[in-house]
């Protein structure tokens, strides 16, 4: 399982964009690029997920460049209710344990 | 959709005794549920990949005899913490794998049990 590396912690301002790297040199074919959002005390939330190139939902992007070995979350316009750690996470499709890595820490200050 | 339960919420108990954690997928069928641990200010901790009708594989350094994992039907997995002593006191988090979300890998993630040994 490819190894994961992210910022501890970064802070932001309420109406900033906010943009995460995570680092993943060792990424395989195979594997797919997933960040998930979790708060105290609560379960992890799916926030994105992609292989390549850009993908964009309605809370966030993700960009992968040509080579995989990094990807980049982009939260648009964060809130106060944006704070939260959030984990990069890369594995294989078909039910293959995940591992998490340390996290980041974003917290968004009025 | 796919909205994965636990219970309890919290749970507190005396030294020694066991304590049951079920982890419920609502409207799928979870044919791999994972068990985490989490440590206050720490990342998730996998412990075991449980599947269906079969014996839960452990992560190394998790003992299988003190944490015991059932997955007996598509919709149930769970988590006995036998004997339980203060060190295992954590927040406990069990996830879901559907074979028909279009996200593949997308695990969905239980609402997490605190368990706190006295």
């Known amino acids: 399982l490819a190894k994961t590396t992210q910022p501890i912690s970064m802070d932001s301002y309420e109406g900033q964009e906010v943009n995460i790297t995570c680092s993943h040199n060792n990424i395989a074919t195979n594997d797919y690029i997933t960040w998930y959002q979790q708060f105290p005390s609560q379960g992890p939330r799916f926030i994105i997920q992609?292989?390549?190139t850009k993908v964009t939902n309605e809370v966030a992007s993700l960009f992968i460049p040509a080579d995989r070995k990094s990807s980049t979350l982009s939260l648009p316009r964060v809130s106060l209710s944006d704070t939260a750690v959030y984990y990069c996470?890369?594995?294989?499709?078909?039910?293959?344990?995940?591992?998490f890595g340390a996290g980041t820490r974003l917290f968004v200050k009025a | 959709g796919a909205v994965v339960s636990q219970h309890p919420s919290w749970v507190i108990c005396k030294s020694g005794t066991s304590v049951k954690i079920e982890c419920r997928s609502l409207?799928?069928?979870?044919?791999?549920m994972f068990w985490y641990r989490q440590f206050p200010k720490q990342s998730l901790m996998l412990m075991a990949t449980s599947n269906e009708g079969s014996k839960a594989t452990y992560e190394q350094g998790v003992e299988k005899d003190k944490f015991l994992i059932n997955h007996a039907s598509l919709t149930l997995s769970t988590l006995t913490v036998t004997s339980a002593h203060p060190e295992d006191s954590s927040f406990y988090i069990c996830?879901?794998?559907?074979?028909?979300?279009?996200?593949?890998?997308?695990?969905?993630f239980g609402p997490g049990t605190r368990l706190t040994v006295l």
């Open positions: 409207d799928f069928q979870a044919t791999t």
């Open positions: 992609g292989y390549k």
């Open positions: 996830s879901a794998l559907s074979q028909d979300n279009p996200i593949y890998n997308e695990q969905f």
């Open positions: 996470l890369v594995g294989p499709t078909g039910g293959f344990k995940t591992i």
